[in-house]
């Protein structure tokens, strides 16, 4: 049998503790997150999930990375004001003490909002050209790929605008960004991407992640092509708290496998689980990591 | 020196005026009282006495600044205030646990003091009991703490007050609104030392500019914690009370000066510092200072 792992996709939910942040500022003590990467860590592990992330606790996946990125402002959207650089590190000491938390055998996600949908989700004052702006917002996030490939296992590129359209310049566009990297990548477009499959596939990645549980109907739509990838399966809801059994979830991989047969690598959330509650987004982790187990064994 | 192209709110609480364009009013001044332990009201009121004197010398106003540590002394302190400070005199309160809070608006109600209070502060820690105090009992100004975890930059001070950095429901100025607190001043949030501490100060005109409203901080706190200091002993108290022109000259509206002892040298080097942007204020923008600005009445 194919060893597939179950994963995440990024985003884990924490409740961040606001008063404590106010008495680090008015006793002028270091602000540190830590405590809530931890939290989003172990919850993780506890599931027993093989592949984790860092939860992205910190921002919203847009902001976390265009608050670090020069050319870069946040309103109520995130502004594009100037020409986008690449200043320092984004995330990399958070991928650097996941790493202290975790065993060996715990594998590691470093997890990249992608050009494209940082282009989509920004107010450009400034480029007033979509594909410029793209293309520096991949140059810039290059440079975080490159350092973060030090430290993880898998880079996963989030691109969840794709499932609208994919540019006619998007399969440059991730190849600008992940061309010259050495570990494995990943590409999650969540929504429906039944009328962008054929784009989506010619994206050189290894991973396709799609939101299967919540749009079974992509199993349909896939299998009218032949598939040149491996496939993360998108296996529990993450816009519903409803956490699913795990007959349910076995009974889902296996349509999956009907469809895909040995190219599924990965089993995971549909998305990030960011906006679920904490009780039920662990729920959900432990039922799939039980499901997987029942049909790939450990 | 300069002016600022968005117009600049005057608001007004008791006998003070604050905000507007830089020259136009005095820069105001919140003398703390912090009290160690047992309140001292005798040496309060010297130290409050003398602070108004310097106020109406200088023509700089004067708010002093209660902290309130323990919930025992809220009655007292309370107390005080109404007893001591003239009838239109406000003053503020400044308390970081959130229970003596309430109970200090609570009781700050029902001594008819709302009018004369600037409640210090709003910030990403207030919870939904918090509001509703606030709500119930509001206050005639406060003032919010744009102190962004997240990012410490200008931009970020300007996130927590537009949009709660997603720490909040919304953002720290539509929070304010909602409880119903029209009158707001925005302080930049000091850092500590190495924390981009001179963010605060650079905030003031890019906050001013983008919502017109009176801004400042407690510069002075980032000077306490400045231990290199320590090797320059004579130096400290003059760096500390000089510290406080920073706001002025960065078109800022009102200075938390730290400890209410140091404003026999703080209101003469503010109002030296009011006087020459004046000067070039009202030459080049042609900004009118008040009759009661320390340019009116020394020269």
Redesign the interface.
Known sequence: MVEVETTVIGSYPVEIDNNELMDSYFNNLNISWDKYIKSAVSDMIDAGIKYISDGQTRDPFVNIFTRKLKGCRIRDRTEVIDKIEYVSPITIEDQKYVKTLISNDIKLIGVITGPYTLTKSSNDLFYKDEKELAFDFAKALKQEAKHLEEYVDLISIDEPFFSMKVPDYGKELIKKLIQGLKCPTRLHVCGDVSKVISEILDIPVDILSHEFKASPKLFDSFKQYKLNKNICLGSVRSDNSKVESVSEIIEHINKGIDVFGDKISQIAPDCGQRMLPQESALQKLKNLVKAGEEIYGR | MFSFTKEQKILEIGNIKIGGQPGCLPTLLFGGLFFKGEPDFKYAKIQIENMMNLSKQTGNPAIPDFFIKKEEYVEKIIDFIDEILPINNPFSVDI?E?SIKIKTLEYIDEKKLLSRTIFNSI?????EEERKALQNHTPEMAII?A?N???KSP??K??IL??G????DKGLLAISKEIGIKKLLIDT?A??PG?NSGASIAAIPVIKEEYGLPTGCAIH?VVE?SNWLNNFKDARKTVDVSSNINIPLFGGDYAIMGPIENSDLVFPIIAWQDIMISEYTQEYFGIEPITTHPRRIFF
């Open positions: 970081i959130p910030h990403i820690g207030i919870k703490v102190f975890p997240k990012d931009d970020g300007i996130e537009q949009n950095a997603n720490l909040t949030a850092m500590a924390d706190n914690k």
